[in-house]
């Protein structure tokens, strides 16, 4: 977790709620107590290996608890060797670890069974312990006050200790994984700084320049834009930013009188979350530009907000320490959306692929898609159901333009927002005539049906018409008849006296037609060997087919065959 001290007298502040401008979210915050022991104290969590979320209770019974993302709670005790179970988080090894004030580094695993570490596998013996967080580098690490500086707990439960670099008076609190492959953390002591442990040489490089002192600095997660954030508790209050890559700080004040936030953790929306305990106490969400808002919906008047994480279920889950009544809170999230590919591609019609994820909430989706650069039209809503984790989601386009360049998008929406995924590109194919291949009659002779259509559906009648139209197209089939003829010009004419010197040919001689609508590929069908309501008296003819689509007609295609008696 990336959670630190917070000064008392900073606690003591009362302020207003932040505003900021309404994102288009409506979340629903919903708090669950029981089963949590008697005289709780809730303070961090974290998300588990196991699908559920573990917390810290410091409360007349110390323990570690797990709430499932339906709200069901068993608390673990732990009050034999803990005094107060303080910052939570999950581990490489598939376990959970916690800092406790004894001052121990603790390991407890899926089943409930804890392990404590002290001083005898390396831990300061003042150690004034504060954050945890699972390092880059398999290891978690912890944060240290007294050394001061920041521990590493290897799986087996060996721990070191390093405080090269940090700077003098420094009181780490707040640490997080990088991604730079480091470790981030915040310092509150005499300077207060943001500062990176280089895993390679296990020195500590602080960073102050563009950081409010006054505002301080008490706790960091990595965010989504690939930058750090943290906690300035202030007063003035403040969330800040800095670049892993410049060091460049940026940081985003709170409006005037604003309590101090007390946690903060990247959520699973492409946003930064943290908690304020008011008054009016909130939720808060900061967009990677600055953006801040606040929901207190559905929270108690008297709720004391004091850690959050994102939980399995991509929603955000808190820690509730209120005045009355101590509860774990679930808020929830806009659903995820991704645009992948787009596939089918044809001249008029498009496949588009994509994810929704809905948070475990009711989901559904459209696609938006427009020229590039223009305005987007967006297609019916397709429901999903209740979803949790990426679901696969895809829509075909038509009507489209040949020939023409779009971009596309999935949004998926559930009850708390929309989303909309990345833009994708793709063009239509260039429209061309269709052109049947492969043309089959089979069998070659067969009995022409008493009564029905051209084309049916019984299996024995007539006979099987199989071919490759290279486009979607509507194909016109003409049965015509052989008969003499004289070449005449370019042309098999019907014998005359003007062309009796003319070459014999054949000729074909109409008698009648039907249409079949094509698919772009392979196409078949039942031919009765009847036209225009007639069946075909005995004798051979042809069947002459032309496709035809908005580019045109296409090459004609043949194949004789003949009726029998």
Known sequence: MARGWIPVMLLLCAGLAAAGRADAIAPTITEFSSGLNPGSDPRSITAGPD????????????????????????EFDVSAGAKGPFDIAAGADGNLWFTDLSPAI???????????????????????LQAISAGP???????????????????SGSITEFGS????GAFPNGVTAGPDGNVWFT???????????????????????????????????HGPDGNLWFLGPGPPAMIGRISPATHAIVEFPLPAGASPPSNIAEGTDGAVWFVDDGPPPAIGRITTDGVVTEYSAGLPGDAVPDAIAPGPDGNMWFTDNGNTTKA??????????????????????ATINGSADGHAQPTSFHVEYGPPGGSLTPTAEQGIGTTSGATPVSLTLSGLRPGTAYQARVVATNPTGATAGALISFTTGALVKGRLRALRISPSAFRAASRGGSVTSAKKAGAVV??????????????????????????CRKPSARNRHGKRCTRYLRVGSFTHADAAGGNRFRFTGRVRGHKLGP??????????????AGPAAAKAFRIKR
Not at 165 to 168: C, P, R, W
Not at 199 to 217: R, W, Y
């Open 51 to 74: 699908g559920a979320l573990w917390f810290t209770d410091g409360g007349t019974t110390h323990a570690i608890g797990r709430i499932t993302t339906g709200g069901s709670i068993h």
């Open 106 to 128: 603790w390991r407890i695993t899926p089943a409930g069974s804890p392990t404590s570490l002290g001083p005898a596998n390396g831990l300061n013996a003042h150690a004034a």
């Open 137 to 155: 580098d398999g290891n978690v690490w912890f944060a240290d006050g007294d050394l001061p500086g920041l521990g590493q707990v290897t799986p």
């Open 165 to 168: 670099g940090f700077s003098a």
């Open 187 to 221: 310092d509150g002591g005499s300077t207060r700084a943001i500062g990176e442990f280089n895993l390679s040489t296990h020195t500590a490089t602080e960073f102050s320049d563009g950081l409010d002192q006054t505002a301080g600095a008490t706790a960091i997660t």
């Open 328 to 349: 774990i809170g679930r808020l929830t999230t806009a659903p995820a959306a991704q645009t992948l590919s787009a596939s089918a591609i044809g001249p008029t019609s």
């Open 466 to 491: 199989s071919y490759t139209d290279t486009q979607a197209a509507t194909t016109t089939f003409t049965v015509q008849r052989p008969a003499a003829g004289r070449r005449q010009g370019h042309a």
């Open 539 to 552: 004798g051979r003819y042809r069947l002459r087919g032309i496709p035809d689509n908005a580019a045109g």
